[in-house]
């Protein structure tokens, strides 16, 4: 068993603490495994089991609560004769309309903790940040890291084990599967995705469309581009007409969905967010599998999609930057941390070799630079380190 200390850690120090603890991650991350892992701290703890209230929103049990009002009643009938503290679990939340009036109620009502989990990233905005402004902590949780993917396997780091990594990603149901089953589970969980979190909920008629946009961005992880080009370029190569609004409002179901992140460029020099040409990256690089295959020509955006999502497991916030014509892959920030990075599958041309670090070279602070690539030969020169991919999933910068 994994336990994901990465998460549980986060939550462990919040249990009876007022705060709501909200879980947010694309579809079968491990949220509900999550919410298990609580359930046996506190079991552990010698909390009595009967107080501990579990509600999953995608069982045909709790189908028929789809508002604030049949969510009251239902918590009042699960919660009304507990005696002593109750621990409220609500999974995939976001299903129910109004919830968050709800959950907010719950703190008035009843002398309880409140653990939540949803599939939206839009899950604390609007209405929620209205009701329970300072009062949530949220907890961001993605698909397996590599690190997490060993220790399911308990066997140390490996080339045949980062290529199972890089081709099949960290959904955790996929690694028990073999590789024709693997394939087929992330293309029906995608579809899962899609259908659910973005044609039902939006409503979508022109499914087509939506597909095709989908597989361009798919096919294009790590260029930046605008919507205008995006459109001019499903005008000419695949005869269909969608205008830019259209699709800014189509890239925003997806980034909505937790299943593409949207990631903003930024001057170095005056550390000017620029609202143009922003990159995106899928939540779990398993979904690049399933449009391209095993396709050289895409390993390094391929890397590069793993080296974003572990910045963010790390707690790290990350901007493309801007330097003069040149661009630097990643800033990463947290804290008062800067880390500036570029990501290559190798540096064994001198022309790969002279545009990974020549953006770096011309950032002149003294907050450390990074070239991450595949290469087993440390290229390191000038202060800027270079750091073997596996070496940096396993272990972290050095």
């Keep these: 068993m994994v336990k994901r200390d990465l998460y549980l850690n986060q939550i462990i120090p919040l249990i009876d603490n007022e705060l709501i603890k909200v879980i947010t991650g694309v579809r079968r991350c491990g949220k509900s495994y999550m919410l298990g892992l609580i359930k046996d701290e506190l079991i552990n703890r010698g909390i009595n089991e009967n107080n501990i209230i579990l509600i999953n929103f995608e069982s045909a049990k709790y189908r028929n609560v789809s508002n604030a009002r049949e969510l009251d009643l239902l918590i009042e009938s699960l919660v009304g004769n507990i005696e002593g503290k109750v621990y409220l679990f609500f999974d995939e939340i976001q299903n129910v309309d109004g919830w968050e009036k709800s959950i907010n109620a719950c703190r008035v009502d009843w002398e309880c903790d409140i653990y939540i989990t949803g599939s939206n990233s839009k899950l604390l905005s609007g209405e929620l940040a209205t009701h329970l402004t300072g009062r949530y902590f949220e907890i961001k949780m993605y698909p397996f890291s590599f690190k997490e993917f060993l220790e399911y396997k308990q066997q140390p780091p490996s080339d045949e084990l980062f290529n199972e990594y890089v081709e099949y990603g960290g959904f955790p149901q996929v690694f028990s599967l073999d590789d024709e089953d693997k394939l087929k589970y992330l293309h029906d969980l995608f579809n899962s995705i899609l259908y659910n979190d973005l044609i039902s909920r939006y409503q979508i008629r022109d499914v087509n469309i939506l597909e095709r946009l989908i597989i361009f961005l798919m096919d294009n992880i790590g260029k930046t581009f605008s919507a205008k080009s ?72 391929t890397i590069e999609n793993i080296v974003y999502v572990e910045l963010l497991r790390e707690g790290y916030e990350v901007t493309i930057g801007k ?45 450390p630079k990074y070239v991450i690539s595949m290469d087993k030969f440390d290229f390191s020169q000038e202060g800027v380190i270079n750091q073997n991919l596996v070496d940096f999933l396993v272990k972290g910068f050095r």
């Design 323 to 367: 330097i003069g014509d040149f661009e630097i892959d990643f800033i990463a920030k947290k804290h008062k941390q800067k880390i500036y990075i570029q990501v290559t599958y190798t540096l064994a041309s001198d022309e790969t070799f002279n545009r990974e670090f020549r953006p770096l070279l011309k950032v002149k602070d003294n907050y």
């Design 230 to 301: 995006i459109s001019d370029y499903l005008k000419e190569e695949e005869n269909v007409k969608i205008a830019p609004k259209t699709i800014y409002n189509y890239i925003d179901y997806f980034t909505n969905s937790l299943l593409l992140n949207k990631v903003q460029r930024e001057t170095v020099e005056g550390k000017e967010i620029l609202k143009i040409h922003e990159k995106y990256y899928v939540t779990d690089q398993g979904f690049n599998q399933v449009f391209n295959g095993r396709n050289l020509t895409n390993a390094s955006r």
